[in-house]
């Protein structure tokens, strides 16, 4: 069954440590993740962008394949499944199709209208038992070739987007999204201090978790980070993988053409990176 992100990240903000969450964008990959949570007795957090969501046809078939995959796995660690960086009529989508959590990336809006929408979305949330993460600072990346640097939230909006009654909050602290370039600066620890102080009690979300040193991953738990994204490093891992069984001729032996052989060593290739993130988060065994 389905959870909120609610009781695990407040579970973890508390104890310090921080819950995975991991974009799906396929069959092989939800599998990879959820029986990579269970064999380490971790929570976890399944994310899905609106163009993931797309590709698996829509909203409506991942939650029937998650749904279908906890029960025939025999799932029993928390996994709550979250809408990453939604849209505002795409955060409405997820919720009525069945997500347990969703995030309103509102951050490309002044922010007057984002706390507006916000608020909305936060009271279609409560009426559904659903959680929600709100982002302050837009997270930088890579589009049509050019490097953003990822801006720095303002602490104050923060606060005020926070005291809006979120479950978390995504503050960019100059983390990007997918490769990070080699003149990055990295994490802004003080700012990132001054939002956990401000916000109190609301864990912290820290995107863009592919390339982040392990030591300045530890020192964000530390100062509030709770909820950890990470896609482009399973996505390297399974093209690496899938390209070598292929260079290996793998798929003229036999049936080495079946797509469920072909697409086996990029799996294995996830769970490997899913687990190693769990072990730094420091999410084994708190399920």
Same mark, same amino acid.
Request: net charge negative; charged share 25%; hydrophobic share 40%.
């Given at each position: 069954?389905?959870?909120?992100?609610?009781?695990?990240?407040?579970?973890?903000?508390?104890?310090?440590?921080?819950v995975g969450h991991f974009n799906i964008n396929n069959l092989e990959?939800?599998?990879?993740?959820?029986? &990579?949570?269970?064999?380490?007795?971790? %929570?976890?957090?399944?994310?899905?962008?609106?163009?993931?969501?797309?590709?698996?046809?829509?909203?409506?078939?991942?939650?029937?394949?998650?749904?279908?995959?906890?029960? +025939?796995? *025999?799932?029993?660690?928390?996994?709550?499944?979250?809408?990453?960086?939604?849209?505002?009529?795409?955060? *409405?989508?997820?919720?009525?199709?069945?997500?347990?959590?969703?995030?309103?990336?509102?951050?490309?809006?002044?922010?007057?209208?984002?706390?507006?929408?916000?608020? +909305?979305?936060?009271?279609?949330?409560?009426?559904?038992?659903?959680?929600?993460?709100?982002?302050?600072?837009?997270?930088?990346? +890579?589009?049509?070739?050019?490097?953003? &640097?990822?801006?720095?939230?303002?602490?104050?909006?923060?606060?005020?987007?926070?005291?809006?009654?979120?479950?978390?909050?995504?503050?960019?602290?100059?983390?990007?999204?997918?490769?990070? %370039?080699?003149?990055?600066?990295?994490?802004?620890?003080e700012v990132l201090k001054q939002i956990d102080d401000i916000t109190?009690? &609301?864990?912290?979300?820290?995107?863009?978790?592919?390339?982040?040193?392990?030591?300045?991953?530890?020192?964000?738990?530390?100062?509030?980070?709770?909820?950890?994204?990470?896609?482009? +490093?399973?996505?390297?891992?399974?093209?690496?993988?899938?390209?070598?069984?292929?260079?290996?001729?793998?798929?003229?032996?036999?049936?080495?053409?079946?797509?469920? *052989?072909?697409?086996?060593?990029?799996?294995?290739?996830?769970?490997?990176?899913?687990?190693?993130?769990?072990?730094?988060?420091?999410?084994?065994? *708190?399920?």
């Amino acid at each position: 069954m389905l959870v909120t992100v609610d009781d695990m990240l407040k579970k973890a903000h508390k104890e310090g440590y921080a819950v995975g969450h991991f974009n799906i964008n396929n069959l092989e990959w939800t599998k990879a993740i959820l029986l &990579t949570a269970e064999e380490n007795s971790s %929570p976890v957090i399944l994310g899905v962008s609106e163009g993931a969501a797309k590709y698996m046809t829509g909203f409506k078939t991942v939650v029937g394949m998650v749904n279908g995959m906890l029960e +025939e796995l *025999k799932i029993t660690v928390p996994v709550a499944l979250h809408l990453d960086h939604g849209s505002y009529d795409g955060a *409405k989508e997820a919720m009525e199709a069945g997500f347990s959590s969703v995030m309103f990336d509102g951050s490309h809006y002044a922010i007057e209208e984002n706390i507006e929408k916000t608020k +909305e979305i936060i009271r279609i949330a409560n009426e559904k038992g659903i959680s929600i993460e709100a982002e302050v600072g837009s997270i930088g990346g +890579e589009e049509d070739g050019v490097v953003g &640097t990822g801006e720095v939230a303002d602490p104050k909006e923060c606060k005020t987007i926070a005291d809006l009654g979120v479950s978390i909050l995504a503050a960019g602290i100059g983390n990007i999204h997918g490769r990070y %370039p080699d003149n990055w600066k990295g994490l802004d620890f003080e700012v990132l201090k001054q939002i956990d102080d401000i916000t109190e009690n &609301t864990p912290l979300v820290l995107h863009g978790g592919t390339g982040i040193p392990s030591d300045m991953v530890k020192k964000a738990i530390g100062l509030g980070v709770a909820k950890i994204n990470v896609n482009t +490093e399973c996505q390297w891992a399974f093209t690496e993988a899938t390209r070598k069984y292929i260079e290996d001729k793998k798929d003229l032996e036999g049936k080495g053409f079946d797509p469920r *052989k072909l697409l086996a060593p990029g799996t294995e290739a996830v769970k490997k990176i899913v687990k190693e993130k769990m072990e730094l988060f420091g999410s084994v065994n *708190k399920a």
